[in-house]
């Protein structure tokens, strides 16, 4: 399974941004999708998860939001709407899918 991540780039405090995350080469639907961050000189870290049924799971610095969604036509793609950005939310973000991870994708939250 290979995923692919897109979306970030530089958004000014108060923005959004919505991530992308395809995966390819898996037939069967990855049971649980997520999105994990690491900002500079920090350990990685749950942002959201989101399973084959929606059920989802969001890191308590983000509730109320981010929104972790996957798309309809394909359950192996799954998407990060971030609205109401902090700088603190500077980081590169990854998408995980199964056990593969995806290249990481960076997003800059700056005036």
């Known amino acids: 399974v290979q995923l692919q991540a897109s979306g970030g780039g530089l958004v000014q405090p108060g923005g959004s941004l919505r991530l992308s995350c395809a995966a390819s080469?898996?037939?069967?639907?990855?049971?649980?999708m997520g999105w994990y961050r690491q900002a500079p000189g920090k350990q990685r870290e749950l942002v959201a998860t989101?399973?084959?049924?929606?059920?989802?799971?969001y890191a308590d610095s983000v509730k109320g939001r981010f929104t972790i969604a996957r798309d309809n036509a394909n359950k192996n793609t799954v998407y990060l709407q971030m609205n109401s950005l902090l700088p603190e939310d500077t980081a590169v973000y990854y998408c995980?899918?199964?056990?593969?991870w995806g290249q990481g994708t960076l997003v800059t939250v700056s005036s």
């Open positions: 995980t899918g199964g056990a593969a």
């Open positions: 989101i399973t084959s049924g929606g059920s989802t799971n």
């Open positions: 080469g898996e037939i069967f639907i990855i049971n649980k």
